[in-house]
């Protein structure tokens, strides 16, 4: 899934297992936005059994048929709404979401019953507006939760947003993160860690909503915290997480920079996520990664002044 941010690497090795697998019975499906081909023209091209499909917006009639599958509206009201999402099948499900957030839609008898007049309902410009409002329209503190879970990513341990949660929220974290999947905001999912709950983002928007809702200096702090999180609960596997542990103290250092921040604190903090993305460039090279090497060492770089040894 969204192979146009995989690195050059895995990109590498899906043509290699495309182009070598034989007697096999493999299925490999790989969705990406049009930008792949801005670093991959030949994509899929000159291999056996491959194609390509372009998928296009629903149309009106494909998006009414969606409406009236997930809620069954008056005819007015599915025809409004299937205007406003523009052919977007994740803005449908959305704005349904947010209806019944709202109490315009309840449950009745198995079937979706409207409470009040819905051709009126005002239809936000974007996904990215209607994500925005879903999110504020939660209680303080599902938005305090929701927001901590986004600082590690798409995926996320019950664990990890304890530990970023403020000490009165601790207790009530994994509540609150069973309300978000009551919402449709999250969706259980296999842990990294034996003893964790994990979970996702229903989309990766609605993951950049909740974490685009932080404020810089409050990112910087949670960073670092998820940081030290994780390297506790890797500390057996360390070169495993070694470099997403300097990511994130990179970030850390990167936002306190931003609002001027310049101690004796901070640039210790670029140095050990200097130190770690340069582990991890090392041993890319070692696998002969050279990609993924350049990356990380360039960055690691980057973090030390211009007269550092290192």
């Not at 091209?45 to 997930?70: D, W």
């Not at 349904?96 to 309902?121: P, Y």
């Amino acid at each position: 899934d969204d192979i146009h941010w995989a690195e050059p690497t895995f990109l590498d090795l899906i043509d290699y297992i495309a182009d070598t697998s034989r007697g096999v019975p493999i299925l490999l499906i790989c969705l990406a936005r049009p930008e792949l081909l801005d670093v991959r023209r030949d994509w899929g091209g000159g291999k056996l059994n491959a194609t390509s499909v372009l998928l296009e917006p629903l149309s009106m009639e494909e998006c009414c048929r969606m409406i009236e599958h997930l809620a069954g509206l008056s005819e007015k009201a599915t025809r409004r709404l299937a205007d406003a999402v523009e052919g977007n099948p994740l803005f449908v499900e959305e704005m349904l979401a947010a209806m019944i957030d709202e109490g315009l839609l309840v449950r009745t008898s198995g079937r979706w019953v409207a409470t009040g007049d819905l051709e009126s309902v005002p239809t936000p410009p974007t996904i990215q507006a209607l994500l925005s409002a879903r999110l504020d329209r939660l209680s303080p503190n599902e938005q305090a939760v929701i927001e901590r879970a986004s600082v590690e990513g798409k995926v996320f341990h019950e664990g990890s947003v304890r530990e970023l949660a403020a000490d009165s929220l601790k207790p009530s974290v994994g509540k609150h993160l069973e309300t978000l999947v009551r919402k449709e905001l999250i969706r259980p999912t296999k842990p990294d860690f034996a003893g964790e709950s994990a979970f996702h983002f229903r989309h990766l928007l609605i993951r950049d909503a909740a974490y685009e809702s932080l404020p810089k200096a409050t990112r910087a702090d949670l960073h670092e915290l998820f940081a030290r999180w994780l390297e506790q609960k890797g500390a057996d596997r360390t070169p495993e997480y070694e470099e997403i542990v300097g990511y994130h103290l990179e970030r850390a250092y990167q936002y306190r920079t931003e609002f001027g921040s310049l101690d004796d604190p901070t640039q210790s903090l670029a140095r050990e996520a200097a130190m770690r993305l340069g582990s991890a460039g090392r041993r890319a090279f070692v696998r002969k990664d050279a990609t993924a090497a350049v990356n990380l060492i360039s960055r690691a770089a980057a973090l030390l002044p211009a007269d550092d040894p290192s």
